[in-house]
């Protein structure tokens, strides 16, 4: 009689974490039973991200009084230090300052591992959820699932599923999703700017924006180590005439200082050169390159990502390879044949 108990017991749990396409009002159901929430991104991370992950969690406190903590396996980047409530956030997190293990809720990651270290846990989660706004690419461990890829950004999904709670979003919940819908559509000036995200940054800004934030975070102040870098990434460019391709080759520091230290982004530089239509970026790290795509014409540049295992956007996109399979010159070689490929097409 135990047995049977037990082998019930199993496939409960079993059925439980099944991946499941969700909605919106599932979502909001999970949430508002959930005693701790526990809300994360991807490593690296960007304002969409981080931004996105607090907007969340003053949601729950706020509609559904749950107590709800945001934390990342990465470090802070420089340009995230300006945004509101970021000394809230629980960076480099470890086993020991992990939050009470109920409800995780991964945001704007597009694949689970770019999480870091937590997607080897997730079975001890009673729930994962994974939200995004971008072609999702692996959420294996994940039990419910939400994405609309005409987002602009993962702001503006958590503006949508809690816009009928519209008269709890104080200015600071409104600050910073307008901070990740604008950061994330360059200003309202990206091709991944609709109506829809027009619509919902106007509401935002009737909830009352505060505008000195929002500059603080999306206007960026250079040091003299920012101006240092910037001469540096210029000195590096390689730019093909004819092609209209360009790249950066780059390492985890530059002059000696962190890229995390740096707010100067290379893929911004360099897809703003005259001479560029197509480029990209290598951070080659210890173990790995980490490859950043951008495009200013209408090529689908994710197919080239997802052709190294990688994904994310039509105009910008990404993929991390392993060293032990690539050097850099082959890699350098592999991506100029494919654009080439794709610019020819």
């Known amino acids: 009689m135990a047995k049977k108990i037990v082998k019930k017991k199993n496939i409960k749990k079993s059925a439980s974490k099944k991946n499941i396409k969700t909605n919106i009002k599932e979502i909001l159901k999970t949430l508002s039973k959930a005693k701790n929430i526990t809300i994360t991104g991807h490593r690296n991370p960007d304002v969409d991200c981080i931004a996105s992950c607090l907007g ?17 396996t990465d ?25 009470k293990k109920d409800v995780l809720v991964v945001l704007d990651s597009g694949d689970i591992d770019r999480i ?8 001890k989660y009673n729930e994962v959820i994974f939200i995004d706004h971008h072609k ?7 039990t419910m699932f939400y994405d609309d890829i005409k987002a602009a950004a993962t702001c503006e999904i958590i503006f949508d599923i809690f816009s009928s709670f519209l008269k709890n979003f104080d200015s600071t919940i409104a600050t910073l999703l307008y901070c990740g819908l ?49 001469m540096e990434i210029y000195r ?11 790249y950066i080759c780059l390492q985890d520091t530059i002059n000696g200082h962190s890229m995390k230290e740096i707010t100067v982004s ?37 197919e080239i990502a997802e052709s190294f295992g990688g994904g994310g956007h039509p105009k910008a996109a990404g993929f991390t390879v392993s060293k032990k399979y690539w050097t850099k010159e082959k890699l350098i070689t592999e991506i100029k044949n494919k654009l080439l490929k794709l610019l020819n097409g």
């Open 116 to 123: 870091g270290w937590i997607s080897d846990i997730l079975e």
């Open 56 to 72: 969340l969690s003053l949601l729950v406190k706020k509609v559904f009084k749950r107590k709800a903590t945001v934390i990342n």
């Open 182 to 230: 604008s950061t994330d559509t360059g200003g309202f000036a990206f091709s991944n700017t609709t109506e829809k995200t027009l619509l919902a940054a106007s509401k935002l800004m009737g909830r009352g924006v505060i505008i000195e934030n929002l500059g603080n975070v999306v206007r960026k102040r250079y040091t003299r180590i920012d101006v240092a870098a910037l």
């Open 236 to 246: 590096r460019m390689i730019i093909d005439d004819d092609t209209k391709i360009g």
């Open 136 to 142: 999702v690419r692996n959420i294996k461990g994940v």
């Open 266 to 302: 290379a893929s911004d530089l360099l897809i703003q050169m005259e001479d560029v239509f197509i480029g990209f970026i290598i951070h080659e790290s210890e173990e790995d390159f980490r490859v950043s795509m951008r495009s200013r014409i209408n090529k689908n540049i994710r």
């Open 75 to 99: 470090k802070m980047q420089r340009d995230l230090q300006n945004l509101p409530l970021i000394d809230k956030v629980i960076f480099n997190v470890s086993e020991k300052t992990l939050p």
